[in-house]
């Protein structure tokens, strides 16, 4: 079965550095790979994805992700944290045949610090 | 605009009681879902249906019930038999075949009082 491990329960950044969250998946084959984003409250939104081709993709909010398959990880990065980024990240898995459920991790909750 | 209707945004039940959550969406999706969300447990699926009149049970159906009568419209019960059901709830839609992910709505958060 597909699984999804993000190892960090919370994580905290100052403002204006670097960011990088970890997601790793389980999954016999490359699966279709997500990373969305919740603010406290609200639904889901969808950061960026990964089907095929180019392992590094590009999101909304001046977010990316890198697929690495031998290390069987899909990291989200964003090279400048703003106080505005401060929410919950999710990681999600999908196989890439037949009806697709996603599968989620545990969720990484980001804090900003001034 | 196209979206995922939740309502409403807070539910509260006394215990034994059945309620019912609403779920709309006016995005032409053929798949429906809903998750439970609880802090630090990410997201569970309860249920999901791929087309009108079919439905399948997720990872932790127990207590809760659905419908889907027409495309648009996947509402959930949570029955009396849930036994610890205060949490957040967030049903989403999906195109099928293919996946582009899912979009979501806004969530309801269900309190037992």
């Known amino acids: 079965a597909q699984s999804v491990t993000q190892p960090d329960i919370h994580i905290t950044v100052s403002e204006g550095a670097s960011l990088e969250l970890r997601c790793n998946y389980s999954?016999?084959?490359?699966?279709?790979l997500f990373w969305y984003v919740q603010s406290p409250g609200q639904g889901l939104q969808l950061l960026l994805k990964?089907?095929?081709?180019?392992?590094l993709v590009q999101g909304i909010k001046g977010f990316e992700a890198e697929f690495k398959r031998s290390q069987s990880s899909f990291n989200l990065r964003k090279p400048s944290v703003h106080w505005s980024d401060a929410a919950e990240y999710f990681c999600a898995v999908a196989p890439n045949t037949g009806f697709q459920k996603l599968v989620f991790g545990t969720g990484t909750r980001l804090l900003v610090s001034p | 605009d196209g979206g995922i209707t939740q309502s409403p945004k807070y539910l509260f039940r006394k215990e034994g009681q059945n309620v019912t959550l609403s779920c709309e969406q006016n995005?032409?999706?053929?798949?429906m879902y809903w998750y439970r969300q609880d802090p630090g447990q990410g997201l569970r699926l309860i249920y999901y249906s791929q087309i009108v009149n079919d439905f399948q049970k997720g990872d932790i159906a127990e207590g809760y019930s659905v419908s889907r009568e027409k495309k648009e419209s996947f509402p959930l019960t949570v029955t009396s038999a849930q036994k610890n059901p205060t949490a957040f709830y967030l049903c989403?839609?999906?195109?099928?075949?293919?996946?582009?992910?899912?979009?979501f709505g806004s969530g309801t958060r269900l309190t037992v009082v």
């Open positions: 990964y089907f095929s081709g180019d392992t």
């Open positions: 989403a839609s999906s195109i099928v075949p293919g996946h582009y992910g899912y979009t």
């Open positions: 995005l032409n999706h053929d798949a």
């Open positions: 999954y016999g084959a490359t699966p279709y």
